[in-house]
């Protein structure tokens, strides 16, 4: 066969710039991780006056701010892993609807229990998200700046955090908490019909697929916006793997310390960064600040996970990833212990709060930017998927004992002081598995 006649779909997407359709893709998985961060943190922002409106406890709320996540676990590790046998677009189409009516609904629930239950479907949806967006955009990005395109994509998660928190500031006196929710499940059915139309499945999924060249072609012309007519055959050449399986090559021979290692990380990572934005506008309140300040001093963490995801992305792309990521958590415990000793009424609780979202999302960012690269395409969302969704149990913990921790008279110092820890593991860990160094691109 004339060999000019076969494209190595990596190469080719390696060797070229980026077209203005790859930045169009990179937007619009923007704006759908920042849809996916509206409807995750959501619950913090309404918490405050749901607990006041329903005379409920915090422990007894603390059923409904983990039902999320664990439908995000479940999401993720069933619906996100699904994309390697169904493809990245389909999934993510169904993701993107289920959370939007989801969300709509709670806006209208009466008891803890029915909230709990359309928070817990909102999970499974918004599970499917996140690594299936991270999975598609790695695909069609040049190896040598995904890290910062990736990590800067997913800035979208801690903007659309923050706008949530702001919308939150608003609407909840105007309005009440429902005007929160009902904006929240808005916006992503919004973005629904632009998805549609624009985004495309992945081309090296396809190839890995033994989809025909008829099918891969026009495709792929169209993301790179180059005629590729006289190519017959489209491959894409990865190490061999000995799993039949996606599921089979997370534990195999070359990825099985990297897997735990990536799910260890993400475990410690987010039980700090959800026990802090669920939480911490309780806290503020308990102390004596309104909402609609405590909601924007929590919003600013996310606000600083956004810078810090951007120079943790920028720096990856030069220095050995695992190392920026470590140093990135490790900082975020001293944040922390920076931010638990100052006190609530200190004068740089700003300043604080910044750093610790700085360092902390930063590095949870990185380590979104960090997975893809970990497994090949068989298996990639996959990969990604199950360290989100084990990862997840760290999410359940943290937005589950805040309200326990406090109701056992533990205070704002002690909390944030002894949340160092879990940031030191995850900087340990991250440097442990770099230590299984095979990686497919």
Known sequence: MNQAAVLDVREFINARKMSAFQWGLVVLCFLIVAVDGMDVAIMGFVAPSILGEWHISRPAFGVVMGAAPIGLAVGALLAGSSADWFGRRKVLLASVLGFGVATLATAHATTPQGMAALRFITGLALGAAMPNTTTLISEYIPERIRSSVIATMFTGFNLGSAAIGFAAAWLTPRFGWQSVLTFGGLMPLILLPFMFFLLPESARYLVGKGAPAERVRPLLSRVCQVKLDSYQVFVSQEAPVSAKQPLGVLFSQGYALKTFSLWLTYFMGLLVIYLTTSWLPTMMKDAGISIDRASTLTAMFQLGGTVGAI????????????????????????????????????????????????????????????????????????????????????????????????????????????????????????????RQARTQA
């Open 311 to 434: 120079v943790v992305g920028f720096a990856m792309d030069r220095i050995k990833p695992s190392r920026v990521i470590s140093a990135s958590y490790l900082l975020g415990g001293v944040a922390l212990v920076v931010l638990g000793g100052s006190g609530l009424n200190s004068a740089w609780i700003v300043l604080a709060i910044l750093a610790t979202g700085f360092c902390l999302s930063g590095a949870q960012t990185g380590l979104n930017a960090y997975a893809p690269g970990c497994y090949p395409t068989m298996a990639r969302a996959t990969g990604v998927s199950w360290m989100l969704g084990v990862g997840r149990l760290g999410s359940i913990l943290g937005s589950s004992i805040g309200g326990v921790l406090l109701s056992l008279g533990w205070g704002f110092e002690a909390i944030f002081l002894a949340l160092a820890l879990p940031a030191v593991i995850a900087a340990a860990s991250i440097l442990g598995g770099s």
